[in-house]
T-cell receptor, first 114, second 113 residues
């Protein structure tokens, strides 16, 4: 199993550009989520999904869109990039309904918006 | 929504000593409290978790305690080793983990040789 795979690992954008961060998992996890990590701010939830066709907002959803058309994939779209979106983005997934609530994280995507 | 406060932001201990990191949460409905370790440049990884029906859980050198009345929980690492150096995050969830986790801001643990 590859686990949680994110692409790209690094990306530089100009203000106003759009892009999609890809996330795929091969563990048949129902739950998938996106976090952003900024220095001194911890991990903040952007959006999450509990299954195909179901998404919900987290703590910091503005400027981001998500969709969940399959169990495996959960892309994060930046509609019009802003310097405030410079961050490290982590995709994470887990099973629902199990005793362990362990989140499995991808390796992260470092985004710089100029 | 849930708010998780974590202290201290940086903790430096001598190798072999114990380290304690503390977190408080605001939502009394929260019932799942994991701890994640993140080494420099790596992804966060779960090291231990506890649910609200348990007051303490131990796994070798690490333990977590939970005080539901006071709404705080702590991570204890004994006999610290150089490989314990990392950033540690506490988190809380009110959906049994089904909802998103709310993370604390992290503690940078430094193990001095």
């Amino acid at each position: 199993n590859a686990g949680v795979t994110q692409t790209p690992k690094f990306q530089v954008l100009k203000t106003g550009q759009s892009m999609t961060l890809q996330c795929a998992q091969d563990m048949n996890h129902e739950y998938m989520s996106w976090y952003r990590q900024d220095p001194g701010m911890g991990l903040r939830l952007i959006h999450y999904s509990v299954g195909a066709g179901i998404t919900d907002q987290g703590e910091v959803p503005n400027g981001y869109n998500v969709s969940r058309s399959t169990t495996e994939d959960f892309p994060l779209r930046l509609l019009s990039a802003a310097p405030s979106q410079t961050s490290v983005y982590f995709c994470a997934s887990r099973h629902l309904g199990r005793v362990s609530g362990e989140l499995f994280f991808g390796e992260g995507s470092r985004l710089t918006v100029l | 929504g849930e708010n998780v406060e974590q202290h201290p932001s940086t903790l430096s201990v001598q190798e072999g000593d114990s380290a304690v990191i503390k977190c408080t949460y605001s939502d009394s409905a929260s019932n799942y409290f994991p701890w994640y370790k993140q080494e420099l440049g790596k992804r966060p990884q779960l090291i231990i978790d506890i649910r609200s029906n348990v007051g303490e859980k131990k796994d070798q050198r690490i333990a977590v305690t939970l005080n539901k009345t006071a709404k705080h929980f702590s991570l204890h690492i004994t006999e610290t080793q150089p490989e314990d150096s990392a950033v540690y995050f506490c988190a809380a969830s009110s959906g049994g983990g089904a909802d998103g986790l709310t993370f604390g801001k992290g503690t940078h643990l430094i193990i001095q040789p």
